[in-house]
């Protein structure tokens, strides 16, 4: 039989060239934002990281608080380039790979660092002037330096993005196929750990807000293993009384109602006093649809529509998430 199609391409052969162009493409953009990045590395270890070494601006320990493993990251992307600019995407990047632990230094020292930062510029004059002089050179573009220190933490979830692709779009049969695999596994293990160290920076500072608010008390909140969830405002109905809004913090292991303190307080206006604590071990979660059916339960109603709905139960009291006593 006469070949109708004699220019139609293999599917497979089709598949390939695909997998080839999309290869293609994502090696340039790694590339070309690795070139971007190590400028911007460059620009900060030279005009804000040595300089300040030089003239003492900050003290050996305030400089390492404030910038951490900042120029040996700039030294492993100086070394990462050249393999890049010479198409040797593996061996570059598992050589890269030992380096990765420098960017989980720098995720648990974040906070420190704007900390630092923050406390540097509010008491040092020199400090102050020193880092408006360098933001305002051309080279930065008009960013400030609060803003470049988050920067390799930016890149590291550009690497997992772009060397997982890198990878997924190389042939098995390529001689950099394995190095690649085991590139994008160990970046994207590295990002999973930075990403739960910021999680874990995060709760503690919402923690610690939570404390503040309930200034006053000796509880202490920062307790290990203690996640915070979310706050509200809920309508408690009692037993007896009158229902009242209370404010509820939820965290893993308890759930606390607070009572607002008078605004007219002298020194704690705008702080919230803990009127009960309930373990969540002990509280019990229902749903509620329309009627509950209990000798307890009442009708719920949303302003637009009857929805599900949740309520805690302990000592008598019933809480609905919406924000209705039940």
Known sequence: MENLCPRARCPVQEQRARWERKRACTARELLETERRYQEQLGLVATYFVRILRAKGTLRPPELQALFGPWELIYGA??????????????????????????????????ETSWTTLQGQLKKSKRF???????????????????????????????????????????????????QLTRAARLISETTQTVHAIRQKQKNGQHLQRVQALLGGRHTKWLTSGRWFLRQGWLLVVPPRGEPRHRMFFLFSDVLLMAKPRS????????????????????????????????????LLSQPEELEESYKFQNSGYFLDRSGLGV
């Open 263 to 298: 605004p007219f307080h002298l020194l704690q206006s705008g702080t919230f006093a803990c009127r009960a604590l309930y373990p969540m071990a002990q509280c019990q979660l229902h749903r509620v649809f329309g009627h509950s059916g209990g000798h307890c339960g009442g």
């Open 128 to 178: 102050r002037r020193f880092v408006r002089l360098q933001e305002g050179r051309l080279e930065f573009g008009g960013l400030q330096l609060q803003d470049l220190l988050p920067l390799p933490l930016q890149r590291l979830q550009q690497y997992e993005n772009l060397v997982v692709a890198l990878a997924e779009n190389t042939s098995p049969n390529s001689p950099d196929h394995q």
């Open 77 to 110: 992307s100086q070394e990462l380039l050249p393999y890049l600019e010479g198409g040797h995407w593996g061996q570059g990047l598992e050589a890269f790979c030992p380096h990765l632990e420098l960017y989980t230094q720098l995720a648990a020292n974040a």
